[in-house]
T-cell receptor, first 114, second 118 residues
Framework: DQQVKQNSPSLSVQEGRISILNCDYT??????FLWYKKYPAEGPTFLIS???IKDKNEDGRFTVFLNKSAKHLSLHIVPSQPGDSAVYFC????WGAGSYQLTFGKGTKLSVIP | NAGVMQNPRHLVRRRGQEARLRCSPM?????VYWYRQLPEEGLKFMVY????????ESGMPKERFSAEFPKEGPSILRIQQVVRGDSAAYFC????????????????FGEGSRLTVL
């Protein structure tokens, strides 16, 4: 049972345009959501997060939106740069319930074309 | 390098052999997590440890797998009698002592150990 779903395995975007990566979840206990970025042969690195009490969090070119009623979140990158080309993982935790596990989606491979 | 250190980066084992993966957390971190990534899959939680304690091993297979984080030295993930299905990337992550500081769930990952079982 996949509790965090990233339905787009890949996405290609022109440099300078907006990249939108989507993520859906099924577990209502999730109250913290994170995006991780991963380059080949490296470990994931934390990018941005959002608590379930918010609907938007912004950090420079990266914004995460949360629609709790739809159990959907998205990561916007604008403007997209070639260095953003990587695999992006959506992750969720039930932090308030005392669970320290992160549940990851399968990832979306973003390619930013110069 | 003050990051999470994992070794070996690549490990090849034949079926039935043992695999030992080591992880040294970031300096000052006392919480260690192990995740496994199968090909074309996301990372799956295996185990969460603090020094000398296993806090949550709900993601660890019941047989052949074990983990420890001794008072001194790195955390070890041990896989006995490996099978081809154990071939995966194993990532270790660490977090600070107090889970009330920083970003909940922000883990610092190592570069992973890639296990290939022949």
């Amino acid at each position: 049972d996949q509790q965090v779903k990233q339905n787009s395995p890949s996405l290609s975007v022109q440099e300078g345009r907006i990249s939108i990566l989507n993520c859906d979840y099924t577990n209502s206990m999730f109250d913290y959501f994170l995006w991780y970025k991963k380059y080949p042969a490296e470990g994931p690195t934390f990018l941005i997060s959002i608590s379930s009490i918010k609907d938007k969090n912004e950090d420079g070119r990266f914004t995460v939106f949360l629609n709790k009623s739809a159990k959907h979140l998205s990561l916007h990158i604008v403007p997209s740069q070639p260095g953003d080309s990587a695999v992006y993982f959506c992750a969720a935790s039930a932090w308030g319930a005392g669970s320290y596990q992160l549940t990851f989606g399968k990832g979306t491979k973003l390619s930013v074309i110069p | 390098n003050a990051g999470v250190m994992q070794n070996p980066r690549h490990l090849v084992r034949r079926r039935g052999q043992e695999a030992r993966l080591r992880c040294s957390p970031m300096k000052g971190h006392s919480h260690v997590y192990w995740y496994r990534q199968l090909p074309e899959e996301g990372l799956k939680f295996m185990v969460y440890l603090q020094k000398e304690n296993i806090i949550d091993e709900s993601g660890m297979p019941k047989e052949r797998f074990s983990a420890e984080f001794p008072k001194e030295g790195p955390s070890i993930l041990r896989i006995q009698q490996v099978v081809r299905g154990d071939s995966a990337a194993y990532f270790c992550a660490s977090s600070p002592p107090s889970l009330l500081t920083g970003v909940p769930g922000e883990l610092f990952f190592g570069e992973g150990s890639r296990l290939t079982v022949l």
